[in-house]
């Protein structure tokens, strides 16, 4: 079946400090991968996809992600990171469906950033 | 442009009631999906609606859950005679179309928080 998985549940980094989140995903085939990120009250943001090509996909808000097959991963990376980054982001499969496509979530990843 | 909009916010319930949720998507979209958030889980897909059908229904836990769309606008997500483990954030989302294979974003709206008391 298919799964998404994001290892941490919280991470606190400084700010100015790099950021990687991890995602892993079991999908049969080549995937549809995003990254959502959803603050307090608010919807979730999508801050990059991949769909194909270039496996680093440059996102919002300083974003980025590697698409790594062989390790089956799509980890969210930021060089800088500040304090309104903090927030729960959500790693997605985008399932190819006859529909569109159907987007299983992982459990998310809470940031905080201390100054 | 004015983005996905749900209401209520918040709603309290107590056990056995039913409630109704409602999903404003942007115009213009024709697919709409709606996804329950329990507490410290991903997203869960519930149910998909292309124009006011619902092709997609295999994620509606039980029966007591039931979606309707109208006007290819507005969605209602209905739950009746709550149950405590209803209790969860419950996300709309819309995308332009539903083609096949599509790659279309979807656009969340803010949710609304369901608490059975």
């Known amino acids: 079946a298919q799964s998404v998985t994001q290892p941490d549940i919280h991470i606190t980094v400084s700010e100015g400090a790099s950021l990687e989140l991890r995602c892993n995903y079991s999908y049969g085939a080549t995937p549809y991968l995003f990254w959502y990120v959803q603050s307090p009250g608010q919807g979730l943001q999508l801050l990059l996809k991949?769909?194909?090509?270039?496996?680093l996909v440059q996102g919002i808000k300083g974003f980025e992600a590697e698409f790594k097959r062989s390790q089956s991963s799509f980890n969210l990376r930021k060089p800088s990171v500040h304090w309104s980054d903090a927030a729960e982001y959500f790693c997605a499969v985008g399932l190819r469906w006859e529909y569109g496509n159907k987007l299983v979530f992982g459990a998310g990843t809470i940031l905080r950033v201390k100054s | 442009g004015a983005g996905v909009s749900q209401s209520p916010s918040n709603k309290v319930t107590e056990k056995g009631k039913d409630v109704e949720l409602r999903c404003d998507p942007i115009?213009?979209?024709?697919?709409l999906y709606w996804y329950r958030q329990r507490l410290g889980q991903g997203l869960e897909f519930l149910i998909y609606f292309q124009g006011n059908s619902a092709p997609d229904k295999s994620g509606l836990p039980s029966d007591r859950f039931s979606a309707e769309r109208t006007g290819e606008s507005v969605s209602t997500l209905t739950i009746q005679r709550t149950q405590q483990e209803d209790s969860a954030v419950y996300l709309c989302?819309?995308?332009?179309?539903?083609?096949?294979?599509?790659?279309?974003?979807?656009?969340f709206g803010p949710g609304t928080r369901l608490t059975v008391l």
């Open positions: 115009s213009g979209h024709t697919a």
């Open positions: 989302a819309s995308t332009l179309a539903g083609q096949t294979y599509s790659t279309d974003t979807q656009y």
């Open positions: 991949y769909f194909s090509g270039d496996t």
